[in-house]
């Protein structure tokens, strides 16, 4: 997979390579280039705290049927739970 990237026929893998020779030998791009993740790293933060925002105020409606879910998960569980000491946990009745 590797080689057909930076094939160096490929229009890809030539930009790659230059991109590549230009990062380790110039200090100013890579000055640049820590520059730029950083503000793309601090974007998609604002968007996952924007994002957090919005479902922490959903409308009631909305809000009430998470609850709904939550019940429903939860009851699920303690059904699960509940069936299990019905029938017995046969782990941990097996003789020897």
Not at 27 to 32: K, L, V, W
Not at 49 to 72: C, G, H, I, T, Y
């Amino acid at each position: 997979m590797f080689r057909r990237i930076f094939n160096t026929s490929s229009p890809l893998g030539i930009a790659l390579t230059v991109a590549g020779v230009v990062l380790a030998l110039s200090p100013e791009a890579r000055q640049a280039a820590r520059r730029m993740l950083v503000k793309g790293t601090a974007a998609i933060l604002g968007v996952v705290d924007q994002v957090k925002e919005v479902s922490a105020n959903m409308s009631p409606e909305v809000q009430r049927s998470a609850d709904f879910l939550d019940d429903a998960k939860s009851s699920v569980t303690h059904s699960g739970e509940a069936s299990e000491h019905l029938h017995g946990n046969e782990n941990h009745t097996q003789l020897h």
